[in-house]
């Protein structure tokens, strides 16, 4: 892997970086009506893929689910936007950024989330992205790079990973950036006209979901106020260029709106706290610090407990944590997160039967939610009831559009319930969506050649192997 990546940051390297500030077409001109959104949506199927394989996106299910609402939440006040597909998820860096690409995928760093103030803060980023590709930003410079579409794939997904793992000295990554200037991200570095725009329309976005337009405004000036003194610490100003301008013309359009005061809601805490446990280190000195800061009382928050109690089960502390954990529970026991970390708990302690009743009348509550199906899931898995979690699985499998993780638990609940016919179509459905094309098509051809009771399955099977000829042959015609 390492070899793999020093060959891509190699290739990237030696592409041509004229065209990050080159002027872009009008999507209206007949120069951009080649790229149509069918062509634009395959171009971003394909990067989606092959950053799955290379990228440290965080697959938790709690927290996915959080960003897809709050995507989606402003999707749905972006009357351009409705039509398109979208599709959010989370990178393990704890550098400020976002990041759009083609085909509706938006990607959040885990520091955007932990160093906001509040929800409209993160929101404003949000709702920035989405106006990125509601016009076609990105679309735009693909046509104008047309010869580095397919041919960079590798490179922009050592562009990404060059971001997501810059503190990594072993990979010599600190000089690739500074010798390049991240130059090489052309999709997703923007003009100044492209950030205007994309303000414009993400601000009102932003207010018409019912978020204070102020969010935007005060992210704006804590990334200008803290690239003074961390100038290598922001992605997002490299991509996104700010100027004193820009922001006050944002400060300008954002005075338009009546401000208001808008309560963060309880969850947006708990995922803050989550993904921060979740991503610190976890040693000798930080398990010290955190139970002097909780023994001292500094831990008063409900969100500040439910962290310390994440990060105390990182730390294989499970007595502490499940202390922490039922007294949240006792206080809101409606609260979901409460109940998943328990349930996580009991996973770990190998009594998953002691949780399942409280997440299965959880989900009946909330059907949909993805972090109670795959809690679920697991649970039925760890307490080696696989019918059942075949049986929720499959009756979510729309699911895995955004949690291609869930095929992993379907494949060992199939295995466990002996449907071993499935298992095989299913963990190629997990390749391909992870950018595996080759194993994918190798699971594919030993699955048809299984005898199943399933009537369609040989036609879903033809039909997947087919769309992996079809991807493997485009990929070379844009070489």
Same mark, same amino acid.
């Given at each position: $892997? ?55 996106? $965080? ?163 804590? $990334?200008?106020?803290?690239?003074? *003194? ?63 800061? *909780? ?59 002691? =949780? ?9 509550? =909330? ?12 649970? *039925? ?39 071993? =016919? ?33 009537? *369609? ?23």
């Amino acid at each position: $892997m390492r070899k793999l990546i020093i060959v891509l940051i190699t290739t990237l390297c030696t592409i041509v970086t004229v065209y990050a500030s080159t002027e872009l077409p009008d999507i209206g001109s007949s120069s951009s009506r080649g790229f149509s959104l069918v062509k634009e949506q395959a171009v971003g199927n394909d990067y989606m893929r092959q950053l799955r394989a290379f990228a440290p996106i $965080m697959n938790d299910a709690e927290i996915n689910d959080y960003i897809q609402h709050l995507g989606f939440k402003l999707v749905e006040h972006n009357s351009a936007a409705t039509a398109r597909q979208f599709s959010f998820f989370i990178i393990r860096q704890n550098s400020i950024n976002a990041f759009a690409l083609p085909g509706g995928y938006i990607g959040v760093h885990t520091g955007l989330i932990t160093k906001s103030s509040n929800e409209s803060e993160l929101a404003s980023v949000l709702s920035h992205e989405i106006a990125h590709v509601t016009q076609r930003h990105l679309a735009r410079r693909l046509e104008l790079q047309s010869q580095l579409t397919i041919p960079s794939l590798a490179a922009f997904a050592a562009a990404i990973l060059i971001a997501t793992q810059s503190n990594n000295p072993d990979i010599g990554i600190g000089a690739a950036m500074g010798a390049q200037g991240l130059a090489q991200q052309a999709l997703i570095n923007h003009t100044r006209a492209n950030e205007a725009e994309a303000d414009r329309i993400g601000i009102n976005t932003l207010y018409a979901s019912g978020f204070d337009t102020r969010g935007a405004i005060t992210f704006f000036e804590k $990334m200008q106020q803290n690239s003074r *003194y961390y100038s290598n610490a922001f992605e997002f100003l490299r991509t996104h260029p700010l100027s004193r301008s820009r922001i006050t013309d944002a400060r300008l359009r954002a005075k338009q709106y009546r401000p208001r005061n808008v309560s963060d809601p309880l969850r947006y805490h708990l995922i803050k706290e989550k993904v921060r446990a979740l991503t610190s280190k976890v040693n000798s000195v930080t398990i010290d610090k955190a139970e002097m800061l *909780y023994k001292n009382g500094e831990l008063k928050s409900a969100s500040q407990k439910y962290g310390y109690a994440i990060f105390m089960s990182r730390a294989k502390k499970f007595d502490v944590a499940d202390r922490i954990l039922k007294q949240l529970q006792l206080s809101d026991y409606k609260q979901p997160a409460y109940a998943i970390a328990l349930a996580q708990l009991d996973i770990e302690r190998k009594t998953p039967g002691h =949780s399942i009743k409280t997440i299965r009348n959880l989900l009946n509550n =909330s059907p949909g939610n993805l972090a109670l199906v795959e809690t679920l899931a697991e649970l *039925y898995n760890a307490n080696t009831d696989f019918s059942d979690s075949r049986d929720l699985l499959l009756k979510n499998i729309h699911m895995t559009t955004y949690a291609p993780y869930l095929y992993k638990l379907l494949s060992i609940a199939q295995e466990g319930a002996g449907y071993k =016919s499935e298992v095989y179509e299913t963990e190629g459905n997990y390749l391909l969506t992870m950018g595996d094309l080759s194993g994918a098509k190798i699971k594919f051809e030993q699955a048809i050649n299984i005898q199943t009771d399933d009537p *369609y399955a040989r036609a879903r099977i033809n039909a997947q192997l087919s769309n992996i000829n079809e991807y493997i042959k485009q990929r070379r015609l844009r070489r």
